[in-house]
């Protein structure tokens, strides 16, 4: 069964260094998220993208992320310059137009900002 | 700010009864609701989604939306510890169709 993947599982990072978060959406879908959980808490939405470009981002998506498609499989989340705040599970998940929109998610990236 | 609220829990039932979960949204507007179940330390798990009023079924799972009260609900027949887990409601609320925005979700245990 065709499942979303992330890299890597778990990334440790100094404040101020940015970070990559790197995503293999499911072959056959046009529409990728990103969304967060802070430990103990919901699962925030931070951006969505579809044709190459962001279709929707929260707050929380400020000028410190970025997201691009840099070729065909990838989807990937830069994070500038990170906070102690930062730290967080985020989850990458895609979708198919013609299958409601369900969005699956990837196994997530543990990114702690020390 | 448009919102879903869940009962935290936790929620306990024995083994072989129905699970009863349920979830509230604020925006008359919303269209489509999914439940999620999330294993400790793990991704959300789709577990099914629903857009029309009354009762979808899938295996052990019936999912409920009523519109008119806000209200979503997830029922699981026939609980296995297996189960346990937390359960996100999440929807696309307003005239969102890719944000998912989700409740904090309701811890369920099935003791055996």
């Known amino acids: 069964e065709p499942e979303v993947t992330q890299t890597p599982s778990h990334q440790v990072t100094q404040m101020g260094q940015e970070v990559i978060l790197r995503c293999v959406p499911i072959s056959n879908h046009l529409y990728f998220y990103w969304y967060r959980q802070i430990l103990g808490q919901k699962v925030e939405f931070l951006v969505s993208f579809y044709n190459n470009e962001i279709s929707e981002k929260s707050e929380i998506f400020d000028d410190q992320f970025s997201v691009e498609r840099p070729d065909g499989s990838n989807f990937t989340l830069k994070i500038r310059s990170t906070k102690l705040e930062d730290s967080a599970m985020y989850f990458c998940?895609?979708?198919?137009?013609?299958?409601?929109?369900?969005?699956?998610f990837g196994p997530g990236t543990r990114l702690t900002v020390l | 700010q448009k919102e879903v609220e869940q009962n935290s829990g936790p929620l306990s039932v024995p083994e072989g009864a129905i699970a009863s979960l349920n979830c509230t949204y604020s925006d008359r507007g919303s269209q489509s609701f999914f439940w999620y179940r999330q294993y400790s330390g793990k991704s959300p798990e789709l577990i099914m989604f629903i857009y029309s009023n009354g009762d979808k079924e899938d295996g052990r799972f019936t999912a409920q939306l009523n519109k008119a009260s806000q209200y979503v609900s997830l029922l699981i027949r026939d609980s296995q510890p297996s189960d346990s887990a937390t359960y996100l409601c999440?929807?696309?609320?307003?005239?969102?169709?890719?944000?998912?925005?989700f409740g904090q979700g309701t811890i369920l245990t099935v003791h055996p």
């Open positions: 999440a929807g696309f609320l307003g005239t969102s169709y890719g944000k998912l925005t």
């Open positions: 998940a895609s979708s198919s137009p013609f299958d409601n929109n369900e969005q699956f």
